[in-house]
C-alpha cells in the first residue's frame, strides 16, 4: 500500500458489509475516512452522480490527490487486490 494513498468508505448504519471493510481496515491499520449515508439521501445523490449508483458499500482509493478509483460493493479480495 501506498502511503500517499487516501480511502474513503460510503457506508450505513446496520450496513453489514460496509461493517466487514471497517474492520478489515482496522485490523491492518490502514487509515481510511467513513462518509455515512445514513440519513443523507444527498450523499447517496453525489454517490449517483458519480458512479450512477445509490447503495453502499463504495471505496474509493486515491493514489493521485485528484484522482480516485471507486470499488462499488467490493468484498475484501478484492479490496486487497485494489490496495497493492
Not at 471505496?59 to 487486490?81: F, G, W
Request: with cysteine; aromatic share 10%.
Amino acid at each position: 500500500m501506498s502511503n500517499n494513498q487516501k480511502i474513503i468508505l460510503w457506508s450505513k448504519n446496520g450496513c453489514s458489509y460496509c461493517k466487514d471493510i471497517q474492520s478489515y481496515f482496522n485490523d491492518q491499520q490502514i487509515p481510511f475516512s467513513t462518509i455515512d449515508v445514513t440519513e443523507h439521501d444527498d450523499y447517496r445523490n453525489i454517490l449517483e452522480a458519480k458512479y450512477g449508483v445509490r447503495y453502499v458499500p463504495v471505496v474509493e482509493i486515491s493514489h493521485d490527490p485528484h484522482v480516485y478509483q471507486a470499488l462499488l460493493n467490493p468484498d475484501i479480495e478484492t479490496l486487497k487486490k485494489a490496495l497493492i
